[in-house]
């Protein structure tokens, strides 16, 4: 959706709910064209997924840090933490999960493991996803009440989504493996 403009942006978010997904790593020589005046970006980018009820319409943004911060600014959000799928290389605060709940962030161990396959999903196959994609509701799931153990049917979920993309999380972690080291998911 095209977002260029600070007036454009005022317009999405009246109009629409605007949700700040996160920040992912672009690697390997991938590109996303910004909507916020097609610039090509090559290091990171950040996913909103804007949902209108009436009519109903349902639209995703990708964009550079400046149009995110505005965005995440007029819709009352924080800026999300930059997801690297590759260990050590982790920005932004937080974990590097892509969520910052503040200074010091404590996950359970199986909240976490389920929030870094989702987020390397997401950035093996982001360009796949459409906005309604229920890895997105499954991940704000996950990111709640971080502290609990994962519900079950979550992990139902992402691997179903996983599977129906023809794929595994073995096979999303070699591919990532073919150029660093990746984080940890298991």
Request: charged share 25%; with cysteine.
């Amino acid at each position: 959706m095209d977002c260029t403009g600070a007036v454009r942006r005022e317009q999405i978010c009246r109009e629409y709910n605007v949700t700040a997904v996160g920040c992912y790593v672009l690697f390997d020589e991938r590109t996303i064209r910004s909507d916020a005046g097609g610039r090509i970006i090559t290091d990171k980018y950040y996913l909103f997924t804007c949902i209108c009820e009436n009519p109903h319409r349902e639209e995703v943004i990708k964009c550079g840090q400046p149009t995110a911060r505005h965005l995440c600014e007029l819709s009352g959000q924080t800026l999300p933490s930059e997801f690297n799928p590759f260990q050590g290389e982790y920005e932004g605060g937080g974990d590097g999960g892509g969520v910052n709940h503040g200074n010091a962030v404590h996950w359970h161990p199986s909240r976490r493991q389920l929030h870094n396959a989702i987020m390397l999903f997401i950035t093996r196959y982001g360009e796949r996803l459409q906005p309604n994609s229920p890895i997105f509701s499954i991940k704000e799931n996950v990111e709640r009440n971080i502290e609990e153990p994962v519900e079950a049917r979550s992990v139902c979920g992402v691997n179903t989504i996983i599977g129906k993309f023809g794929t595994t999380m073995s096979e999303i972690m070699q591919y990532f493996s073919r150029f660093r080291p990746v984080r940890e998911v298991v």
